[in-house]
């Protein structure tokens, strides 16, 4: 097997070839600055060994063992753990465990020597030249240039001067497009999920995470002045109880909301250095364990809402808050965890439903607003919610006369975001397919003679088993086509 370093001068595009690498292959891929959830405690990592780590003796020794974090930042908060060096050794340590079966795989390194002292060097080439006796080993690295190099089978030099060329070994003017599309080898890894990810799961969200105590520590002070100061209000200021009510309940969930789009970027870094089975898995589950949030948070909002007034005991009353509240927080958990977004953007969209229901619902001036505009009032889960309230159904206009109907409209209304976003990511996804078409196309027609080749040059004897198999693939497609 090979290990071929990528090098040029600062600003030359290393670790954006590293990037494309990423983009156009399978791979698995630990960055400069890799991120791991600072939560996760070590030893809880599935299937994998933490006493294989250099020095972990000293924390078994300590009695400390056990408890050790990953360390990092995230949301702005730090938590205590492992140094940005020791992350990096624990994410080589988990790859070099997860790959000890498979064969064949493309492993790409961004610095793998950045914020290690010296004294860890040794560890980290035992584990390089481990990884390479059964896979192909990609990086980027500015430290210990000597050292690689005498290791390195391959060496492709980047300059800043022309980025549509690179060198490969002593080849010049070698096209970057062929180059990354020459390093393409091996299977895609192979590791299901199993019970022990789930658990993994519940230990390090459920049961690890200080945000769900934060979130419960917030509700119940928010909660416990509402009760306080909303005591005894009159049934005539049920409307005005309500809205209270609501507001609360949405900025007890605001901040966890808000750490979804960080979580996100954690969870899919995670993915790529093999901590996890399922970057899908994780996010359906993330999303299971905030919709349960939403749901317990309305279940204390209804029953302060009732304890300081009267006439709002139905449960009718509970699933209209519920889904006034989800109506408001759905967006977090769409634009959030389901799209690349960054942080800024996917505030702005998921708060734009709470500006655009204050705008257009018509629930806070009722019967105003600019005639034809006003018709918006009938996507939103607040005007039909405001259509149960005694006192305050006959100033709203046009509401449904039929209970039944309401309801009906109201859960519709709070799943419409819901509905569009599926619609635009089913749109997107089938974008995504017709471009990865003509990708796929292109990239069939750089494989020529240039390009087997220089895989020659990368992989010696072994691309000829790849371009055979690759040929028996093709041909394999074709005939089932």
Known sequence: MTLTVVVGSSGSGKTT??????????????????????????SKIPNFDP??????????????????????????????????GQRKLLLFELVAQRIASQNNLLIVLDEPFAGVTDDFVPFI???????RENHEILLVTNDHVDTLKEMADNTITVSAIDRTKVQVNKIEGVSREKAILALAIGDAYDYKGSWADLRFFLQVEVLGNGALIGVAIFTIFAFTLFLATFWDSSEESAALVLVAGGIIAFFCLNPYLLSLADWRNFMGEEAEALLHASKDMNNFLKTCLTLFLIL???????????????????????????????????????????????????????????????FFSTTFS????????????????????????????DQMENCPADDGKNMLYMILSALIGVVLFL??????????????KKESSKKNALKDDEFRDLQLELYG????????????????????A
Not at 310 to 330: H, K, P, Q, R, Y
Not at 369 to 392: H, N, Q, T
Not at 467 to 476: A, L
């Open 461 to 480: 004897e072994k691309a000829m088993d790849i371009q055979s198999t690759n040929h028996s693939t093709n041909s394999k497609k074709k005939e089932s």
């Open 125 to 131: 080439v035992k584990r390089l030249n481990e990884m």
């Open 423 to 436: 619609v635009v990511m089913a749109v997107s996804a089938f974008m995504r397919s017709h471009k990865t």
């Open 296 to 358: 317990i948070v309305s279940v204390v909002q209804f029953g302060i809402t009732n304890a300081v007034t009267s006439g709002l005991e139905s449960v009718s009353f509970w699933v209209a808050m519920l889904m006034d509240s989800s109506s408001l927080t759905f967006p977090f958990i769409c634009f959030g965890l389901y799209t690349k977004l960054p942080f800024q953007a996917v505030q702005i969209l998921s708060s734009l439903p709470f500006l655009f229901m204050i």
């Open 51 to 84: 006493t294989r780590l250099p020095y972990w003796d000293i924390y078994e020794r300590e009695g400390t063992a056990s408890s050790i974090k990953v360390g990092g930042t995230m949301a702005g908060e730090f938590t205590a753990g492992l140094s940005g």
């Open 17 to 42: 070839f590293l990037n494309d690498v990423h983009k156009s292959h399978k791979c698995i891929y630990i960055r400069q600055y890799h991120n791991i959830r600072p939560y996760v405690t070590v």
């Open 366 to 393: 009722p019967g105003s607003g600019v005639a034809g505009l006003k018709e918006l009032r009938y996507l939103f889960a607040r005007f039909y919610f405001w259509c149960m309230i005694p006192g305050i159904r």
